[in-house]
């Protein structure tokens, strides 16, 4: 019996996960489809009982159902336990739903699909200090990269960050501008920047040394002020595109036992948002 996928939300229709996963299955020539799926936040639960008794294989989340969701899962994974927010639902033989999180994972995979490990062993400066910084910097830190240093504007917040995390630090915003040329790796995760709605710059690059790998995990604008300004001063840059395609690439992972072609799909949705910023 031919499977279905799906991505639920509200709104939905902005969704790039279909094209991902359609493109993905007939490329590897797996006979199923995949949907978006509009669930209003008070039909989350409703949705989900709906979701098992059809036999859905398996869906992603996104806004605003990712912390919520939890409550209504069987099981949920470290993955998403780290980051307190589910984006994967995994339907098992029995029917157990297992909600993980692949966002964290996949920014890893993206940076070392551009970079390799160069910057493993480096110091690693995370701009923020919500449910994105920390998943980013769980995955970093079991994959090698680090020491970690957080900063953020509640400075509260990045202390308790840092104390979670075995050799981590906290920074103000300040120190952490002032001591920027220390840093082989800069990961920004905040939403300055997003969607062009939010204007300015997380922190200020003055003092940014040439060759820093300066990452922002926003992908719409493809290159946000903060990633222009790095870039113009000499470091390699990494938008959120690839983040997004790895993410999508290791839930397809964990469905279809399949490897999906990650480079020519980031390839794809960076012409398209490329055309759809030409046309705004």
């Not at 008070?42 to 949705?47: H, I, P, Q, T, V």
């Not at 220390?182 to 969607?195: A, D, H, P």
């Amino acid at each position: 019996m031919k499977k279905w996928y799906a991505v639920i939300g509200d709104p939905i229709e902005q969704s790039m996960s279909p094209l991902l996963h359609t493109t993905w299955f007939e490329e590897t020539q797996i006979d199923a489809a995949y949907i978006p799926v509009l669930v209003k936040p008070e039909k989350l639960k409703d949705a989900v009982e709906s979701f098992r008794t059809l036999g859905c294989s398996g869906w992603n989340i996104t806004a605003p159902h990712k912390q919520t969701i939890m409550s209504y899962l069987d099981q949920i994974d470290e993955s998403a336990t780290v980051m307190g927010a589910v984006n994967t639902v995994h339907r098992l033989e029995d029917g157990t739903l297992t909600g993980s999180n692949t966002d964290s994972l996949g920014f890893v995979r993206s940076l070392e699909e551009v970079f390799g490990d160069t910057g493993k062993g480096t110091k690693t400066l995370i701009v923020g200090a919500g449910g994105a910084a920390r998943g980013i910097a769980y995955a970093l830190h079991a994959e090698g990269y680090g020491p970690l240093v957080f900063t953020n504007r509640t400075m509260e917040k990045a202390e308790k960050l840092a104390a979670d995390i075995s050799g981590s630090t906290a920074l103000s915003i300040k120190d952490a501008e002032n001591r920027l040329a220390e840093f082989g790796l800069i990961v920004q995760t905040t939403s300055v920047g997003m969607n062009f709605a939010q204007q300015g710059m997380p922190i200020q690059l003055k003092n940014l040394a040439a060759g820093t790998i300066v990452s922002d995990i926003i992908y719409n604008p493809l290159e946000t002020e903060f990633l222009k300004e790095a870039r113009q001063r000499g470091a390699q840059v990494l938008n959120g595109v690839g983040m997004f395609v790895h993410q999508g690439a290791l839930s397809f992972e964990t469905w279809t036992n399949t490897t999906p072609n990650t480079e020519k799909m980031t390839e794809k949705l960076t012409e398209i948002l490329e055309e759809q910023h030409v046309n705004n």
